[in-house]
């Protein structure tokens, strides 16, 4: 089954610390991959898909088909990424994404 | 910029009524979807549309249904609120072939 798990409901870190949030994934074949980003009182948009291999905001993200992960990752944390993350899947079959259920992220001062 | 627009930001309905969301794309984009967002439970696809007049069930269709009569719109039906529907509610619009989502504003509904 097609899945996408994202293991920490809340990832806590201070200004200037390095970020890690997690996705593990469960597909068949060479998935594609996202990372979705809702800023408080904003709609949800796209941060990165790993297609593009491109840095948005400092963040970049490696697919890692052994580990059947797609981690996002910050050298240094700054106030502003505090967000809700969302690691999503393209369905096999035409453009559905499977979502994962979210991080939120909490940069403090 | 591509415009995702839903009709309500916030909507409170009572039990047994039947509640329209509209949502509204302006970039001629032939899919469309419907989300629930829930506290841990992530986004949740209700219903989605590939083209006019044509829909397919999400992971959670039970309690809805959707309409697409022109490109542009999609809009999700539920038939009689129940306080388990109460949600925020997402719309998305997708272009082909990067299969990004750009999602609408939502709308935080509230059934009492």
């Known amino acids: 089954a097609q899945r996408v798990t994202q293991p920490e409901k809340l990832l806590s870190v201070f200004k200037g610390a390095p970020v890690e949030l997690k996705c593990n994934y469960s597909?068949?074949?060479?998935?594609?991959l996202f990372w979705y980003v809702q800023y408080s009182r904003q709609r949800l948009q796209l941060l990165l898909r790993?297609?593009s291999r491109e840095s948005i905001k400092g963040f970049t993200a490696d697919l890692n088909k052994g580990e059947t992960s797609f981690h996002l990752k910050k050298p240094f944390a700054q106030e502003e990424d505090s967000a809700m993350y969302y690691c999503?899947?393209?369905?096999?079959?035409?453009?559905?994404?499977?979502f994962g259920q979210g991080t939120e992220l909490s940069v403090k001062p | 910029d591509v415009k995702v627009t839903q009709s309500s930001r916030y909507l409170v309905k009572r039990t047994g009524e039947k509640v329209f969301l509209e949502c509204v794309q302006d970039m001629d984009h032939e899919n469309m979807f419907w989300y629930r967002q829930d506290p841990g439970l992530g986004l949740r696809l209700i219903y989605f549309?590939?083209?006019?007049?044509?829909?397919e069930k999400g992971d959670i269709p039970e309690g809805y249904s959707v309409s697409r009569e022109k490109k542009e719109r999609f809009s999700l039906i539920l038939e009689s609120a129940s306080t388990n529907q109460t949600s925020m509610y997402l719309c998305?619009?997708?272009?082909?072939?990067?299969?990004?989502?750009?999602f609408g504003p939502g709308t935080r509904l509230t059934v009492t």
């Open positions: 549309s590939y083209d006019v007049k044509m829909k």
């Open positions: 999503a899947l393209r369905d096999n079959q035409g453009g559905k994404l499977i």
């Open positions: 597909y068949s074949g060479s998935p594609e």
């Open positions: 998305a619009s997708q272009t082909v072939p990067t299969y990004e989502q750009y």
């Open positions: 790993h297609i």
